[in-house]
């Protein structure tokens, strides 16, 4: 392995980063007059009245028709109110799992979704693949992990998860999991993701291992520098991940779906000043979104300066108030190119073009 400073972590999301739908949208399909069946309507929880000490009201809007198959999610968030949701819709596929679907939901079932159902953003896993070889080839180890609420058994059986030559293109893979009973069939929880969690995975990978996650770990030890560590998010779920990364001097990067603009606008509007980039969705070679990874990782190999870029990134939000920082900032930013022409000041957003 190439020294830590010569390693770098792109930490991927799955679903509308890596993905152009939801991962269980095939299932749900598949089983979709049994949902309706059982669940011909849904409600949206309006908001929770507090009653004092321990008591509260949910208050529900109307009920609504049930019309796509992802709206079992829907299901899922009124049956499941006060489950956080990465729990709310394992939990619900376990309660609904001989009712809805019919003893049918096995590691194979989740396989075969993963394998087949699967719709990839363009140039997944081939771009990765060609932008790792292009950093091998310049003594540069590029990782990439995938870090999810989603279902661990459909990320790990999807394209995503290639292996080329006895080489994994995927590190790790982080995702909620099921036990299964002795006839296949799903039975319990064996872990469940939450938004969260997303900064635990993350953590986990750059201390090397879940055991040490509660355990003090010199940076020294780390895995990769925190500094070297790419995240990318679709923004809906990412708000407090993204936030945790760019404050160890990382950077998170939001996507959207290529050549659309309401999404761009929607994920502006979601995590707006909170990344270094929005980007589209696209991780063909040579496109727009490959060219500002390779702006970004060749930054973090290059660097010189190790002044702190979540200090110069709390500046530029003029979120410090005292003098001597706000001296002591910039005086650096005076006599550091590296940190005035890029640094916490690189920020790109991309819009469709
Ligand atoms: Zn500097």
């Known amino acids: 392995m190439a020294d830590i400073k010569n390693r770098v972590l792109i930490a991927l999301d799955y679903d509308f980063t890596v993905s152009e ?45 049930v019309k796509d198959c992802c709206d079992y999610f829907k299901v899922s ?108 069939s799903i039975s319990r929880l064996a872990y469940c993701a939450n938004s969260f969690d997303k900064t635990k995975g993350l953590m986990q990978i750059v201390k090397g291992s879940p055991d040490l996650l509660d355990k003090l770990v010199p940076r020294s030890n780390y895995q990769f520098d925190y500094q070297n560590i790419i995240v990318v998010g679709d923004g809906f779920s990412d708000i407090s991940y993204f936030s945790y990364a760019r404050q160890e001097g ?53 660097r010189q300066c190790r002044f702190s870029q979540s200090l110069l990134h709390e500046y530029k939000r003029q979120r410090i108030k005292d003098e001597p920082t706000i001296l002591y900032i910039e005086k650096h930013l005076g006599n550091c190119t590296e940190c005035k022409d890029e640094g916490a000041y690189g920020v790109r957003f991309v819009p469709p073009a």
């Not at 979709?32 to 409600?43: A, E, G």
């Not at 459909?154 to 995503?160: D, G, K, L, V």
């Not at 490959?290 to 973090?300: A, G, H, Q, S």
């Open 250 to 302: 990382g950077i998170p990067i939001a996507v959207y779906k290529l050549n659309d603009v309401n999404e761009y606008k929607k994920t502006y509007r979601e995590v707006g000043e909170r990344v270094d980039a929005i980007l589209p969705r696209d991780y063909r070679p040579g496109s727009r979104t490959v060219r500002e990874f390779d702006r970004i990782i060749t930054r973090m190999v290059d």
């Open 21 to 65: 739908s939801v991962q269980q949208e095939p299932l749900f399909k598949e089983f979709f007059d049994r949902i309706r069946s059982v669940y011909p309507t849904y409600r949206v929880l309006e908001r929770v009245e507090k009653l004092g000490f321990n008591k509260e009201l949910p208050v529900w809007g109307l009920p609504v028709e």
């Open 77 to 184: 968030d009124e049956q499941q109110y006060k489950t956080p949701k990465g729990m709310g819709w394992m939990q619900q596929m376990l309660f609904d799992k001989d009712s809805i679907f019919e003893g049918k939901l096995t590691l194979e079932k989740f396989r075969e979704v993963g394998q087949k159902g699967q719709v990839m953003s363009p140039g997944i896993p081939d771009g990765l693949w060609d932008l790792k070889k292009r950093y091998a080839a310049r003594g540069v180890d590029v990782h990439f992990a995938i870090i999810s609420i989603g279902l661990k058994e459909i990320i790990e059986a999807s394209p995503i998860n290639d292996i080329k030559d006895g080489e994994h293109l995927i590190d790790a893979i982080y995702g909620g999991e099921f036990y299964y009973d002795a006839s296949g």
